[in-house]
Each structure stands twice: as structure tokens, then as C-alpha cells.
């Protein structure tokens, strides 16, 4: 594996601060907003957020010929199901555990490239993989008991790591000739209008403004992780090896828990201390290349 460059070190490690450091913010949203609604508005603002940016920049809202279906496959697995899974997972388990499962998605890459695409896993690699993932048993270990009583929290968790999965290699392994942001932007203009339906239909019109703390998590939620998170994602899947980009999500659960400690006074245990220093092991094997001998 050749070495990764600066650049996508740092488009990792900014992508990986700040989906890391939302997972607080949709405690706070989410205490005064139902979830529906909550997405409805974060993708709302996405969408504003990227064509204003689109206009600014000039760039070019086409849609190469004959990728019209890879790009509402794309758009379904990455955000419109990732959103639905997620909002089902946390109707059964806490918001903490459901995103630990869900960021199993880096696991469902290596076996989905692994058994349907032949790809290759190198020693390094899959040494990362195992790590990676035992980081991720570490994360969940404690929280087994509330697994047992709710199997559907488990499923749809799983279930949204898997789609997220097939979606990473939906974009890999399409070619976005002349698109730049307007992948993203298409992707969330067509999961927007389920959504809002959903919304609308589950969550009913809102009762009440929510306070501006809350207001102010959300929007930021749609703004900076929706629009530009996203799109930092979608360059790296370009820029990486599938297996590579998929792994490089362990780290974020990690920073949810960090984050969750500084800002809302979270306990850390030992097992998510090991958990975190599992992960940048596996980062570390799987971004690094060995030296030559």
C-alpha cells in the first residue's frame, strides 16, 4: 500500500472531528425535537448549505448520462435508509449503543469486497480489521444486557453499518465524471422529500419552537457534518481503498465517546479507554504502509 498522503491524513482527521464530535449535539437536539423532524430540518439545511456553496463556486449541477440509478442507489443506502435504520435503532436502544453499531460499517466493507468484489486483504490489513473490530466488541460489551431485551435496536444498528457499506462501494466504484459537490448534493435532495413525508405524517407539525440551544445543535448538525462531512466522506472514498475509507469510520464512535465525556460529563471506563487505544492501533496499521525491508 503506497503511503497516504498529508492531505487525506488531515481530510481524515477533520472528517473524523467533526462527525466525532456531533454525536453530543443529537442528545441535546433530540431531548426537545422528535427524530424525524430533527433529520427533516439537519437535511433541510444540508441542502441550502451545499447550493449556496454550488452557486458561490459555480460549479456544475449535471448529472453525467446513465447515473441517474447509481446515484438514487447511492443516495438510499448512504443517507435516506442510514437515516431511517438509525432513527428505528434508537427507538430501542440508547443513541450511544445504536451509533457503535452502526459504525460497524468498516467490518460489512472487508467482507462485502472481500466475498463479492475478490478483493485482496493484505496481512496489515486484516490484522487492522480484527483490531478495529475488537474495538468495537469492547464498545458494546457492557452494553450486551440492553442488546438481549431489544433485537430490533440490534438489527436496524447492523443494518445501517451494512447499507452504509454498500453505498461507500456504490460511489467507489462508479465513475462521477465532472461531479464534484453536486454528488453530495443530489444525494441529499433525494433522501430530503421521504424524510420531510416522514416526518410529517409520523411526527405531526410541531407544537412548540424548540429552545436555541437546540435549534442551534441542529442546524449546525445539517451545515457542518451533513453538507461538509459529507462531502470530505465522499472525496476520501475517492482518494482510498474502500477497506481503507471503511476503516478509517472506526475512529469516529471513539471521538463520540470523548467528546461525550467533555461536553456532557459522560463516565469513561477502562474498557472504553482499551477500545480507544485499539483504534489507533488499527488506524495506524491500516493508513501507514510497512517499511521496506
Given at each position: 500500500m503506497t503511503r497516504v498522503s498529508p492531505k487525506v491524513l488531515a481530510l481524515l482527521a477533520t472528517l473524523t472531528l467533526v462527525w466525532g464530535t456531533n454525536w453530543p449535539l443529537f442528545k441535546i437536539a433530540l431531548d426537545e425535537l422528535p427524530v424525524l423532524t430533527f433529520r427533516a430540518v439537519v437535511l433541510?439545511?444540508?441542502t441550502v448549505v451545499l447550493l449556496a456553496i454550488m452557486l458561490a463556486r459555480g460549479e456544475s449541477f449535471a448529472v453525467p448520462r446513465g447515473?441517474?440509478?447509481a446515484l438514487v442507489a447511492a443516495s438510499a443506502m448512504n443517507l435516506f435508509i442510514w437515516n431511517i435504520a438509525t432513527s428505528l435503532a434508537v427507538l430501542y436502544i440508547p443513541?450511544?449503543?445504536?451509533?457503535v453499531l452502526a459504525y460497524t460499517m468498516p467490518l460489512w466493507v472487508a467482507l462485502i469486497g472481500f466475498a463479492v468484489f475478490g478483493q485482496r486483504l493484505?496481512?496489515?490489513l486484516l490484522v487492522a480489521i480484527l483490531i478495529g473490530a475488537a474495538a468495537v466488541v469492547a464498545l458494546m460489551v457492557p452494553n450486551f444486557a440492553s442488546y438481549a431485551h431489544a433485537p430490533a435496536g440490534l438489527f436496524w444498528g447492523l443494518f445501517a453499518g451494512f447499507c452504509w457499506a454498500v453505498g461507500t462501494f456504490v460511489v467507489k466504484r462508479t465513475s462521477?465524471?465532472?461531479?464534484g459537490l453536486s454528488l453530495t448534493f443530489w444525494q441529499v435532495v433525494i433522501t430530503l422529500p421521504p424524510i420531510v413525508l416522514g416526518a410529517l405524517l409520523i411526527d405531526g407539525l410541531p407544537t412548540r419552537w424548540p429552545s436555541t440551544q437546540a435549534l442551534a445543535a441542529t442546524i449546525y448538525t445539517g451545515a457542518v457534518p451533513m453538507a461538509l462531512g459529507t462531502v470530505a466522506w465522499f472525496a476520501l472514498v475517492k482518494l482510498l481503498p474502500a477497506q481503507v475509507a471503511g476503516l478509517s469510520a472506526i475512529a469516529i464512535p471513539i471521538v463520540a465517546i470523548v467528546s461525550g465525556v467533555l461536553i456532557l460529563h459522560e463516565p469513561l471506563s477502562p474498557l472504553q479507554a482499551l477500545a480507544i487505544a485499539s483504534t489507533v492501533l488499527s488506524l495506524w496499521l491500516a493508513l501507514m504502509?510497512?517499511?521496506a525491508r
Open positions: 433541510l439545511t444540508a447515473k441517474w440509478p443513541s450511544g449503543h445504536a451509533s493484505t496481512g496489515r462521477w465524471q465532472g461531479m504502509p510497512a517499511r
